[in-house]
């Protein structure tokens, strides 16, 4: 089974439903038929957003209120402790993903984007580090296994840029304007961080062919 997850580096639910799924497959016994493959989908693809609190830019964005969004993300910090995620949106800093994500996608291929990727949501959405800052980069997907001269050569380029691109074009093809979304064997998918029954209902389904 081949399960590919469009998803951001900065999206607290792409966290969570990342992890739902490991779950889901975890109950089936599925770890070892499993390939999972980290597609890139930039939640805002500002290049230089202002590093500032993601608390601040949310209420300017959307006109909330500081404890309207304080709220909102002590549910979703919530539901990462649940599933075990030091999951902490409010001490997050707004920062391009753009990086992040080539990363994510240079390390598919030695099938390490899973561990990149959870390296970079840490780094985000734990350490409140500044992930459009290419040291903070290079020493979460280097600590995650990544190779050091792959991960400086793709810092010092605009390597798998264009595959980022490719990636968001393919999700709108599908008609995506969220995610997470996760796609089974491209005939079955599951939009959003939806709850654990149905990311288990999915993958037995899939499984079942």
């Not at 399960?3 to 966290?15: F, G, K, L, Q």
């Not at 910090?77 to 990363?103: C, F, K, N, Q, V």
């Not at 840029?161 to 599951?190: I, Y």
Request: charged fraction near 25%; hydrophobic fraction near 45%; proline fraction near 6%.
């Amino acid at each position: 089974m081949i399960v590919e997850i469009w998803a951001d580096v900065v999206c607290p639910w792409c966290w969570i439903g990342e992890a739902r799924l490991a779950r889901a497959i975890a109950a089936a016994g599925a770890q070892d038929d499993t390939r999972i493959e980290m597609r890139a989908f930039r939640l805002d693809p500002d290049p230089d957003p202002p590093r500032v609190p993601t608390v601040e830019r949310l209420q300017r964005k959307y006109g909330w209120t500081e404890a309207d969004t304080l709220a909102r993300m002590a549910q979703i910090a919530e539901l990462g402790s649940e599933l075990g995620l030091p999951l902490h949106p409010e001490r997050a800093i707004s920062a391009p993903s753009t990086d992040a994500l080539r990363l994510v996608l240079a390390a598919r291929p030695a099938g390490m984007d899973v561990a990149v990727m959870t390296a970079l949501h840490r780094a985000h959405f734990t350490d409140a580090l500044d992930i459009g800052d290419h040291n903070v980069l290079r020493a979460a997907a280097t600590g995650a296994g990544l190779d050091r001269p792959l991960t400086d050569e793709v810092l010092g380029s605009d390597r798998h840029a264009d595959e980022v691109e490719a990636d968001e074009h393919e999700a709108r093809a599908f008609g995506v304007q969220g995610v997470p979304f996760t796609v089974f064997d491209r005939r079955l998918a599951v939009s959003g961080a939806q709850a654990q029954e149905v990311f288990d209902e999915a993958v037995r389904r899939a499984l079942a062919g």
